[in-house]
């Protein structure tokens, strides 16, 4: 592509699973509550004895979207057309150089664009909040933005590329649309369990295949002269 001979594009993905520590559960388990509609003291008890435990769980299980609780498990990435880059993370102790990996792999001297599927609303957050907890080291500022905007210069988010802003398009969806190879089965609600369950090699390739994906979804708007 002729836009390469100018500018470095940076394609990339992460994988994110919920905390993994007991005692959060526990803090979940103190904080649900019955729904307003229970009122009566014995139904309410009767919630608790129910419905507590699970309420908890799916509290718990949420944190996979809060990168002050959740982890990053998974990151992949690509300069252009370059080949794919894929840090997994087995235990949390391969956290930290996994983020550190992909910060340093970043180009803070040249210009450069991130790029990647609801990456605003998501993706750099989360590792901005995961490098504050962890310790480590951001990039510059030009080269990784603190609080992304959609129309900042450097980044390119192919979900508000296609969607426009405030509205959302699946990544398999938008595949679909274009005739590109979907999700083939698994998916992101799938990781938790795959990685718990030591299944680290799916997902690592499923990472590096939607990085895959984001390129060759970015390459249709790049064709149109977006």
């Not at 504050?132 to 609080?147: E, N, W």
């Not at 900042?152 to 398009?169: E, H, P, R, S």
């Not at 590109?180 to 680290?200: C, L, P, Q, T, Y």
Request: charged share 30%; net charge negative.
């Amino acid at each position: 592509m002729d836009n390469y001979q100018n500018e470095t594009f940076v394609y990339f993905d992460l994988e994110t699973i919920p905390s993994q520590s007991p005692a959060y559960l526990e803090r979940c388990l103190g904080k649900v509550k019955p729904p307003a509609s229970i009122k009566k003291p014995e139904s309410i008890d009767k919630w608790y004895a129910e419905s507590a435990e699970t309420a908890a769980q799916d509290m718990f299980d949420k944190s996979s979207f809060d990168g002050g609780r959740g982890h990053i498990c998974t990151i992949a990435w690509a300069k252009n057309d370059g080949e794919i880059k894929c840090f997994h993370a087995a235990t949390l102790e391969e956290e930290k150089p996994l983020l550190t990996a992909f910060f340093n792999d970043l180009d803070p001297y040249h210009s450069q664009t991130l790029i990647g599927h609801n990456i605003i609303g998501f993706d750099i957050g989360f590792m901005r909040k995961r490098a504050v907890a962890l310790g480590v080291k951001l990039p510059g500022r030009t080269t990784f933005p603190r609080d992304p905007k959609p129309w900042d210069k450097n980044l390119k988010d192919t979900m508000i590329m296609w969607a426009g802003g405030g509205k959302t398009v699946a990544l398999d969806e938008l595949c679909d649309i274009m005739g590109i190879k979907g999700k083939d089965g698994f998916d992101g609600s799938m990781v938790a369990d795959a990685w718990r369950n030591g299944e680290h090699g799916k997902i690592a390739e499923y990472c590096q295949d939607d990085v895959m994906r984001v390129r060759e979804i970015h390459k249709r708007f790049m064709a149109v002269d977006w």
